[in-house]
T-cell receptor, first 115, second 110 residues
Framework: DGGITQSPKYLFRKEGQNVTLSCEQNLNHDAMYWYRQDPGQGLRLIYYSQIVNDFQKGDIAEGYSVSREKKESFPLTVTSAQKNPTAFYLC??????????????FGQGTRLTVV | SQQGEEDPQALSIQEGENATMNCSYKTSINNLQWYRQNSGRGLVHLILIRSNEREKHSGRLRVTLDTSKKSSSLLITASRAADTASYFCATDHGNNRLAFGKGNQVVVIP
């Protein structure tokens, strides 16, 4: 089945630890995105990538890092520099660029909690 | 950053009634999209309307776009309990970013 898979579904992090959230898609999409969702604040863009080996910062990139070594994969690392990482993280992908514009497909999310 | 802003942010209606949500944005767009999110899940795409379109339908959904007012509306007709969810608009400005608003929580009472 084609789709976008995030893992794990739930993740617990101790203070000072780095953790990596996985996002894999088999839709052959060029663009991939990471969003953070907090209650009442909607979705905020962390990083996005339009093509392999290239990515751009979104609106709240501080304390996060990404890589895009393969078209199918766009992992997000939440570093110890992110002071308030508890949130719901959503990964998305879509094809097409610029004026073409297409719909985004979302994973089921990873809920990260700092303990 | 550019993003859609929806209003109202919470809506409670009786089953069978219509639900209307609005979204405004600040700068020109290539297209505007509406998504639905059930609690604790990912978003699901509902409908995309391009900047040169004024109205679009999909089943019980009707979306309008007024580029002169930089606003869009989503109408859900004959609502069902299963329509209970959060609804988000997202603006595509052609730079491959997709910016989301804060969302509308809709509760349909059976």
């Amino acid at each position: 089945d084609g789709g976008i898979t995030q893992s794990p579904k739930y993740l617990f992090r101790k203070e000072g630890q780095n953790v990596t959230l996985s996002c894999e898609q088999n839709l052959n999409h060029d663009a991939m995105y990471w969003y953070r969702q907090d209650p009442g604040q909607g979705l905020r863009l962390i990083y996005y990538s339009q093509i392999v080996n290239d990515f751009q910062k979104g609106d709240i990139a501080e304390g996060y890092s990404v890589s895009r070594e393969k078209k199918e994969s766009f992992p997000l690392t939440v570093t110890s520099a992110q002071k308030n990482p508890t949130a719901f993280y959503l990964c998305a992908s879509r094809s097409g660029q610029g004026a073409a514009g297409t719909e985004a497909f979302f994973g089921q999310g990873t809920r990260l909690t700092v303990v | 950053s550019q993003q859609g802003e929806e209003d109202p942010q919470a809506l409670s209606i009786q089953e069978g009634e219509n639900a209307t949500m609005n979204c405004s944005y600040k700068t020109s767009i290539n297209n505007l999209q509406w998504y639905r999110q059930n609690s604790g899940r990912g978003l699901v795409h509902l409908i995309l309307i391009r900047s040169n379109e004024r109205e679009k339908h999909s089943g019980r959904l009707r979306v309008t776009l007024d580029t002169s007012k930089k606003s869009s509306s989503l109408l859900i007709t004959a609502s069902r309990a299963a329509d209970t969810a959060s609804y988000f608009c997202a603006t595509d400005h052609g730079n491959n970013r997709l910016a989301f608003g804060k969302g509308n929580q809709v509760v349909v009472i059976p």
